[in-house]
Structure formats: structure tokens, C-alpha cells
């Protein structure tokens, strides 16, 4: 009887695993986040017309982050908005002291670059004009619904926050 409550739980625990990880890994954690921003700034002052940048800060550790790559590269409406207006990063946060004093300077400097949008938690959107200010921090417990997002709340999100819409013009 112990035996056979140990391979169910064992099953379960192996099952709820997979079911975390089943989602494609998105946040490069090889790559500089800071210098990764400068580079989708750069190509946004580029563009023409010039884009805006958004940052969606999380991990490959946050399941909701992962969640949210994968609604909105399922959407094709989501999709063409975003394209259309947006150069769009996966900016990888990893604040855990188990990488040393310089992990965590890093990971405090760039949420201080983008104006310490960690008080909302992860997933957050960090919206960028042409020139690397930020001008608008999101809350995605906003796009929620569920056990995933909510398109019409998702495009409100994104449609709101085009050049065209912010600029006016």
C-alpha cells in the first residue's frame, strides 16, 4: 500500500513538472539584459515608423511569463499588433543571490533602468519609446483571466500603447 502511494504521488509530482515545463522557454539567460534593451531601442529609433519597445521582464522560472509568450504567439490579431508597432523582448530577470554579488548588482540595475517594475510581479510590461524612456509599466494580473490571459484585455493592453495612439498623431 506504501509502495503504491509513493508511485501515484511520484506520478503526479513527475506530471505537474512536465506540465510546467511543456512550455517553450523563451528569456535568453545567456545574453545581457541591459545591452539586449539598448539593442531593441536602437532597431525601434530605426524603424520607420519608429516603434516603441516592450519588455516583458520575467523568466524561464515564471510559469505565468511563459504562459503569456505562448498566447500571444498563438494570436494571430495579437500578433499583428504587436509586430506592427512593437519590437518586442523577453527581458530575463534573475535576482537569486546563488549567482554572486555581481548577479544581483545587475539584476537591482535593471530594475532600476526600467523604473522597478518588480513591485507588480511576473510577468510585467515595460513600455519604451523610441528613445529608451519608459512610458508605462504593466501589471499582467490585469490581463488574467483564469488560468491564462484574456485577448480582448491583451489587445486593449498593446492598442493603447502604439505610437499611434500615445502620440496622437
Known amino acids: 500500500m506504501k509502495k503504491s502511494i509513493l508511485t501515484i504521488a511520484f506520478g503526479l509530482v513527475t506530471i505537474i513538472a512536465s506540465a ?19 539593442k531593441a531601442v ?27 509568450a505562448d498566447f500571444i504567439g ?13 519590437i518586442y523582448i523577453h527581458v530575463n530577470y534573475n535576482p537569486r543571490k546563488s549567482g554572486g554579488d555581481a548577479q544581483v548588482k545587475a539584476a537591482k540595475a535593471l530594475m532600476q533602468r526600467l523604473d522597478n517594475p518588480q513591485r507588480f510581479g511576473f510577468p510585467v510590461f515595460v513600455v519604451l519609446d523610441p528613445n529608451g524612456k519608459v512610458i508605462h509599466i504593466q501589471d499582467s494580473s490585469f490581463l488574467e483571466e483564469g488560468q491564462g490571459y484574456n485577448k480582448a484585455k491583451v489587445l486593449r493592453f498593446f492598442n493603447n500603447w502604439t505610437p499611434k495612439a500615445v502620440e496622437q498623431k
Open 42 to 68: 536602437a532597431t525601434a529609433k530605426s524603424a520607420n515608423p519608429e516603434k516603441y519597445v516592450i519588455c516583458q521582464v520575467g523568466g524561464n522560472w515564471c510559469p505565468w511569463c511563459l504562459r503569456f
Open 74 to 86: 498563438k494570436d494571430s490579431d495579437i500578433a499583428k499588433v504587436v509586430n506592427d508597432n512593437f
Open 20 to 38: 510546467q515545463t511543456g512550455l517553450k522557454k523563451v528569456y535568453d539567460e545567456t545574453i545581457n539584459p541591459m545591452e539586449q534593451i539598448d
